[in-house]
T-cell receptor, first 113, second 112 residues
Framework: EPEVTQTPSHQVTQMGQEVILRCVPISNHLYFYWYRQILGQKVEFLVSFYNNEISEKSEIFDDQFSVERPDGSNFTLKIRSTKLEDSAMYFC???????????FGPGTRLLVL | GQQLNQSPQSMFIQEGEDVSMNCTSSSIFNTWLWYKQDPGEGPVLLIALYKAGELTSNGRLTAQFGITRKDSFLNISASIPSDVGIYFCAGLTATGANNLFFGTGTRLTVIP
């Protein structure tokens, strides 16, 4: 069964450094998403991406964040200058179409020191 | 953002017992999804509901999309130790936004 994959599984970085989190969505899906989950809290939406552009974003997704689909399979989330409060699990998800079921990857645990 | 209230927050049950949890919102949703999350892993889809009143089963799991479109429940029958985890409801609103709003989660512990 097709799955969303994410790399790396864990990332430790120093405050102020840039990080890039990578995802490979399910191959015939058209919509891609990033969510985050701070330890012990619920999952929160960051951004959705369709047809090579951002379709929706939340208040959390400020100028420090960017997304890109650099090739036909990868979908990346970049945090330009990490802050302590960026420490969280970051989940990539994809859906076949608009307002359809979203399937999640295993997550990247980001720790900012 | 939208508030999805999930209850109970946590449950401790004996193996073999049935479990019921629910999710409510003040807003109308087009889709309700139930996910299970194990520690350090991503949410895994359990059941998807697309129509008001819909009742759907997946093995020992049954979920319903409330008639008002503002609530959903999940039942687990004859619980087993591997049912342990955090169960999240999530929904797509009727506003047409494509982002999922997640509930606060129900932490389930099954005592063998």
């Amino acid at each position: 069964e097709p799955e969303v994959t994410q790399t790396p599984s864990h990332q430790v970085t120093q405050m102020g450094q840039e990080v890039i989190l990578r995802c490979v969505p399910i191959s015939n899906h058209l919509y891609f998403y990033w969510y985050r989950q701070i330890l012990g809290q619920k999952v929160e939406f960051l951004v959705s991406f369709y047809n090579n552009e951002i379709s929706e974003k939340s208040e959390i997704f400020d100028d420090q964040f960017s997304v890109e689909r650099p090739d036909g399979s990868n979908f990346t989330l970049k945090i330009r200058s990490t802050k302590l409060e960026d420490s969280a699990m970051y989940f990539c998800a994809s859906s076949r179409d608009y307002q359809e079921t979203q399937y999640f990857g295993p997550g990247t645990r980001l720790l900012v020191l | 953002g939208q508030q999805l209230n999930q209850s109970p927050q946590s449950m401790f049950i004996q193996e073999g017992e049935d479990v019921s949890m629910n999710c409510t919102s003040s807003s109308i949703f087009n889709t309700w999804l139930w996910y299970k999350q194990d520690p350090g892993e991503g949410p895994v889809l359990l059941i998807a509901l697309y129509k008001a009143g819909e009742l759907t089963s997946n093995g020992r799991l049954t979920a319903q999309f409330g008639i008002t479109r503002k609530d959903s429940f999940l039942n687990i029958s004859a619980s087993i130790p591997s049912d342990v985890g955090i169960y999240f409801c999530a929904g797509l609103t009727a506003t047409g936004a494509n982002n999922l709003f997640f509930g606060t989660g129900t932490r389930l512990t099954v005592i063998p």
